[in-house]
Every structure is written in structure tokens, then in C-alpha cells.
């Protein structure tokens, strides 16, 4: 069986919903709201145990990378979907077919400061970075291999 290859993604939060300190507490999570097509879609197929995450503050004064965390557990239905009472209720996802997925994650580090956006759209090698470009609002985005170690050499 051949070995699988370390993927590598961004995850959005607003620190006054769930932020890296949230993390860091809890241990792990699972990521759930997401609804997105695109996003739901990666977290389904793509996201696996072992993948590193960025863990990004989004609506925060500066919005950046805030710390890494780690895939724990692939993709499943996210049970937020199916409560009356949650945000993020959508009366069309059944248990029988869910529409919305979630991944689990876990902390690994906080940094010693927040990356913010302008500093990660003026680094060497992350131009083409998804969050870097203009109008990128996906919460849930692929890193290649190059900008996760170009980020995450940015703090310790």
C-alpha cells in the first residue's frame, strides 16, 4: 500500500468564536459550520489524519496565522447542520443524506505572534498563496508544501 502524502491547509476562525488559545485548551475540536460547497468538499475528500493546518484569525484586527494544528479525524457529517438551534442549522441536510461535513482537528502550536495577511502577501514564495489573493474568502483552503514551510519558518 503506498504511503500517503502529507497534505497541508488553512482554516479560518474568528478568534471570538474559536480561537488557537480555544484550541490550545480544548486539546482538539472538530471544525464544524463550514457551509461552502468547496470547502465541504475538502474536508470529504481531501483532509486526512496527519495533514498540517494553519490556523488562521479571520475578522480580527490583524487577521493571520495564529498557530498550526493537525487533521485528526477525516471527514464526517457535521451534526450542527441537523440542530434546530445551532447557527448553522440547514433544514435540508438529513442524518440519511447529510449535506455538510466537519474534520477533527487537534493543537500542535501556538506561535509567538500572529502572521498577519500583509506580512504573508509581502513574503518571497507566497504569492500565489490562496489567502494572499484578492477576494479569498474560503474558510477551508489548500497550502502547498512550499508556503507551509515558508509560514511556518515565519514564527516559533
Known amino acids: 500500500m503506498p504511503s500517503k502524502t502529507?497534505?497541508?491547509?488553512?482554516?479560518k476562525s474568528e478568534p471570538d468564536c474559536y480561537s488557537i488559545d480555544d484550541l490550545q485548551r480544548d486539546g482538539t475540536t472538530f471544525w464544524s459550520?463550514?457551509?461552502n460547497y468547496q470547502a465541504r468538499n475538502f474536508m470529504r475528500d481531501e483532509m486526512k489524519p496527519g495533514d498540517g493546518v494553519?490556523?488562521?484569525?479571520?475578522?480580527?484586527?490583524?487577521?493571520?496565522?495564529a498557530g498550526l494544528a493537525e487533521v485528526v479525524r477525516e471527514g464526517y457529517p457535521d451534526h450542527t447542520a441537523l440542530d434546530p438551534e445551532d447557527d448553522h442549522?440547514?433544514?435540508?441536510?438529513?442524518?440519511?443524506?447529510?449535506?455538510?461535513?466537519?474534520?477533527d482537528v487537534k493543537f500542535v502550536k501556538k506561535f509567538s505572534g500572529i502572521i498577519p495577511l500583509s506580512e504573508l502577501k509581502e513574503t518571497a514564495?507566497?504569492?500565489?498563496?490562496?489567502?494572499t489573493q484578492r477576494g479569498?474568502?474560503?474558510?477551508?483552503?489548500?497550502?502547498?508544501?512550499?508556503?507551509w514551510?515558508?509560514?511556518?519558518?515565519?514564527?516559533k
Open 6 to 11: 502529507r497534505r497541508y491547509w488553512l482554516l
Open 149 to 155: 514551510k515558508i509560514v511556518t519558518k515565519m514564527r
Open 54 to 65: 494553519l490556523y488562521y484569525h479571520s475578522s480580527a484586527e490583524p487577521p493571520g496565522v
Open 89 to 103: 442549522y440547514d433544514p435540508k441536510s438529513t442524518p440519511e443524506n447529510p449535506i455538510w461535513m466537519m474534520v
Open 136 to 147: 479569498s474568502r474560503l474558510s477551508v483552503q489548500p497550502v502547498t508544501p512550499e508556503e
Open 33 to 35: 459550520g463550514v457551509r
Open 125 to 131: 514564495g507566497l504569492e500565489k498563496m490562496m489567502v
